[in-house]
């Protein structure tokens, strides 16, 4: 894995977001350097994948705004989205096609031109299945898919949304192996998740602590 | 370019594996059409009058028809989110997902649409501006209707709702396409029709993707 | 003004003093100019007493379009400076549009039927009416089809953006369409050149149908608003409840560091 640029940090400030007519969270700073951890905890509904969609900038910040590098992500988000990878809830995976294919394809969008695919099913044991259709994998091969597209098709900050869900032990060591090595290459990682990872030397974000006021109903 | 091209193959890729999906836009098609010699009686001579707005009304009814499979899956799936994060604008994407839907929708209609103007005795002499008209009136009936699957994402009917929303945008390319047709068969010449019909689709190329784009971003909001 | 409008609670306060004046205004212009025109103004010598029609016919054509107008104006002004008021001012006008369209689309038929027998005639108007009033359903259709009503708002204001682009196309194929098919017997529902005694009364119709629609405008703007503050306190009651039931029990922290 190539190393990341080292200086760069990606920074929120005071960020807030709404969703329909909520406030779910306001007032968050967060900051992310290199080889950093970030993991968000809190209850269900406090904003843990808000605020990674917003990190991604799939949401629009109701308030704050993102920096990369000490620009706002607003001035250049074309070149802000190609150094990030988003995995969410969903796996994004097509039953139809092959992993190898999807991996392909994915690393095609990132205008990748020689994706590491071999590489990325090997980090995460799925090259047995790899020309198989996708409609033939458990919800757990379907989860290391869409974990290995982070190998393929290299980027220097992870916004991972409940990884571990569906993974079993392997699956979850495989991970943390990943963004360990991740880490030690420079990159940055933001995780959401319930169960514990294995992350030494995170920073916690507890959502819960930035739940809006109840009487802020945003109209 | 790399991006571009990757999604439309992706989609090309999909479709023809999942061959059903055209092979029901098709069979929607021909069902269509054989619907109305039965509604108002075979004489040839009323079918030949009829026929150019049979085959257009069946055409546009199969791209309505179709129009759920452009962005449903993605946003059910989570592909939207990825095509979002890709290396190329919004508005590309859905150059590119509308490219791919024409491939596996409108392509296939223009292809066939031959064997159903034999079904309702169109005469031959109108048969070249039948399928020219629907070979350029097709591309903004995919470009239109994607504004209106990417509006409906997360609706509670979806199907309904845009079929609702975009049947009055596609009443311009139904009328200059049928024009077209009846035009060939007075002799006035389909050209001005045709023409039309190209202006359709190529002033939908740069700015149906600029409202697709913007409803996509409501829908992963 | 739009901007000194644009807080809610001033919204109130200034539509709350202007309604029944706005109110009265225009039912009194809608009384005169329906005695001008049903009781003053001369029969046509070829339509009879049926010509009448037209005065609420005509006008409530002229509503029907520049209601979508205003529609896709607050549409805009919503989407591009997220005027708070602007989405509430197009989704309460939507309906009343609609309505316009509909009284032209019946006075069109009951206009129609003495002079052609039928009760609907393909002509250019009445059809792009028609079509105007699809594209009103789909807005509002729209809007309704999301649980959460912002993004329904959000939705419908851009598809209000694309109808108005759209709109002249689709006038255009529908008028080029008519003359394609309609033969060299001019089967418009204008008739001939209006005279200048009728276009009085036509202009004072069309006025008392904008002072209605204003009116209209703001009893269902001030509707939307009361419904989004009792939304509002109904969450908030129901937070402020759950607040205080978790703080007597004690809130669970997740159990790992």
């Known amino acids: 894995m190539p190393p990341f640029p080292e200086t760069i940090e990606l920074i929120g400030e005071n960020l807030a977001c709404r969703r329909g007519e909520r406030l779910v969270f306001a007032g968050i700073d967060c900051r992310i350097g290199t080889g950093d951890a970030l993991v968000l905890i809190g209850p269900n509904g406090s904003g843990k994948s808000s605020l990674l969609r917003l990190l991604a900038t799939l949401l629009a910040p109701a308030a704050g705004r993102l920096l990369w590098g000490g620009t706002p992500v607003e001035d250049d988000p074309a070149g802000y989205r190609a150094t990030i990878h988003y995995v969410g809830h969903l796996d994004g995976v097509k039953p139809a096609l092959s992993p190898r294919e999807m991996l392909g394809f994915w690393a095609a969008w990132r205008g990748v031109s020689h994706p590491a695919v071999d590489a990325a099913l090997t980090a995460f044991g799925i090259e047995p299945i790899a020309d198989c259709p996708c409609r033939w994998l458990s919800a757990g091969q379907r989860r290391r898919l869409a974990l290995a597209r982070l190998i393929a098709a290299p980027a220097p900050v992870w916004l991972l949304d409940e990884p571990g869900a569906a993974l079993d032990d392997d699956g979850e060591a495989r991970l943390v192996a990943a963004i360990a090595s991740h880490r030690a290459a420079g990159g940055r990682v933001a995780v959401a998740t319930h169960q514990p990872l294995a992350l030494p030397g995170a920073t916690t974000l507890a959502l819960d602590r930035f739940a809006a006021p109840p009487d802020a109903i945003a109209i | 370019m790399r991006a571009f091209l990757g999604l439309i193959r992706q989609d090309l890729r999909l479709g023809i594996r999942q061959g059903g999906d055209i092979g029901l836009v098709l069979g929607f098609f021909v069902l269509a059409v054989i619907l109305f010699p039965f509604g108002i009686g075979p004489e040839p001579e009323l079918l030949r009058r009829v026929a150019a707005g049979i085959v257009w009304v069946a055409a546009l009814l199969a791209a309505v028809l179709s129009l759920d499979r452009l962005f449903a899956t993605d946003y059910a799936d989570g592909g939207l989110d990825l095509i979002a994060l890709s290396a190329m604008p919004l508005e590309l994407a859905v150059l590119a997902k509308a490219a791919a839907h024409w491939l596996t929708t409108g392509l296939p209609l223009v292809i066939v649409s031959p064997l159903l ?105 | 003004m739009l901007s000194h409008l644009a807080n809610p609670a001033r919204f109130m306060r200034i539509s709350g003093v202007a309604l029944p004046w706005l109110g009265g205004v225009s039912l009194v212009v809608l009384v005169l100019g329906l005695f001008w025109s049903l009781i003053l103004a001369p029969p046509d010598y070829q339509q009879g007493e049926s010509v009448r029609i037209m005065f609420i016919h005509v006008p409530s054509a002229w509503m029907a379009l520049s209601v979508y107008l205003f529609v896709a104006v607050a549409s805009a002004v919503a989407l591009i400076w997220r005027h708070p008021l602007a989405e509430i001012a197009a989704q309460s006008a939507a309906p009343i549009g609609a309505a316009f369209t509909f009284v032209c689309l019946a006075t069109g038929s009951l206009w129609g039927r003495p002079m052609w027998g039928t009760w609907w005639v393909w002509d250019a108007r009445l059809t792009s009416v028609l079509v105007l009033f699809f594209l009103y359903l789909g807005y509002i259709a729209l809007v309704n089809a999301f649980d959460d009503a912002s993004r329904g708002g959000r939705a419908g204001s851009l598809l209000a953006l694309v109808g108005i682009v759209n709109l002249p196309i689709i006038k255009f194929s529908v008028d080029w369409w008519n003359t394609l098919h309609q033969p060299a017997s001019v089967l418009r529902l204008g008739g001939p050149a209006i005279d200048v005694t009728m276009l009085a009364p036509l202009l004072v119709m069309a006025l008392g149908f904008t002072l209605l629609f204003g009116w209209l405008l703001l009893v269902r703007m001030r509707t939307a608003l009361n419904e989004r503050r009792l939304r509002a306190l109904r969450i908030y009651g129901e937070a402020a409840a759950g607040n205080a039931s978790e703080a007597s029990s004690g809130a669970a922290r997740p159990a790992w560091r």
């Open chain 2, 117 to 221: 103007a034999i079904l309702v005795d169109l005469d031959p002499a109108a048969l070249p501006s039948l399928v020219v008209g629907l070979l350029l009136g097709t591309p903004a009936m995919s470009l239109v209707g994607a504004i209106a699957a990417a509006l409906s994402l997360g609706a509670r009917r979806p199907g309904v709702l845009t079929t609702l929303v975009v049947l009055p945008l596609y009443l311009p390319p139904l009328i200059f396409g049928t024009g077209a047709v009846e035009a060939s068969l007075a002799a006035e010449g389909a050209r001005a029709h045709l023409l039309l019909l190209a202006a359709l689709s190529v002033a939908a190329v740069p700015l149906a993707p600029l409202a697709a784009a913007a409803a996509l971003r409501q829908a992963l909001d």
